[in-house]
């Protein structure tokens, strides 16, 4: 039988878009790629979103809709200013942090968003760094281990200061004595005492006995209800009167 050009035509439509419509029934066809991660296999979390499938396509709404994180909260988080946050690009973070010396992007996001809602995740070899602001809400809202808390005090950054050292690197001879007795996030009571402050001033200064030496100022002000901005100037004083 001779098919004429009219029958054929209609032949063809119904296999091609009748087999679209067949697939997207079927779940086969999709017009857009779905940004979900890839879940546990097996174990405590099985069948909950693994943090370490993020892409940096996925934008802060991607994350939320997989995981107990809101797109504010990673805005916050990430000193992300948007009107709406949930449309932001996790990718886009790079270029926020380029000048600040320090990888922060899609990894940073990952560790944020595991250590948020307690889901596993290995940093074992792993150099990732997060801004104040991100482990500021780590450590005021979720019960990190001390492994975690240890992690985060060797990887924050104080974005401001980091970027102003990479601005001025190039016109500037590096100044080890300043640098190094700078309080930052994750300066001890101990290293103060060592770089010359009395115990006696350090009390005077927060009000209270010396906590355990091995305790960042920045954790023992969040565990007291205290502003670490106000206290940092005081005791920055005291180092500044011993080591100039």
């Known amino acids: 039988m001779t098919l004429t050009s009219k029958p054929l035509s209609i032949i063809i439509f119904v296999f091609i878009f009748g087999g679209v419509a067949f697939s997207s029934v079927m779940g086969w066809w999709a017009t857009e790629s779905r940004k979900v991660p890839v879940t546990f296999s097996d174990g405590e979390f099985a069948g909950q979103a693994n943090p370490v499938d993020i892409r940096g396509s996925y934008t802060f709404g991607d994350i939320a809709n997989s995981f107990d994180v809101t797109p504010e909260i990673l805005a916050q988080a990430f000193g992300v200013a ?107 009571f101990g290293e103060l005492i060592t770089w010359g402050v009395k115990q006696t001033i350090i009390e005077q200064l927060i009000g209270a006995p010396m906590p355990d030496p091995a305790m960042t100022v920045k954790n023992y002000a969040l565990a007291n209800g205290l502003d670490f901005e106000n206290i940092k100037p005081a005791l920055q004083a005291e180092v500044d009167k011993i080591r100039p």
């Open 82 to 188: 948007n009107d709406d946050p949930a449309a932001f690009a996790v990718k886009e973070l790079e270029a926020i942090y380029l000048d600040s010396g320090y990888d922060i992007g899609t990894n940073s996001v990952r560790l944020f968003v595991a250590y948020s809602t307690n889901l596993p995740f290995d940093t074992t070899g792993q150099e990732i760094y997060m801004p104040q602001s991100a482990t500021d809400l780590l450590l005021a809202n979720n019960n990190l281990s001390a492994e975690q808390i240890a992690y985060l005090e060797k990887h924050t950054v104080n974005v401001d200061s980091a970027t102003a050292e990479a601005t001025s690197a190039s016109t500037e001879l590096p100044s080890t004595t300043s640098e190094e007795y700078v309080i930052k996030g994750k300066t001890t």
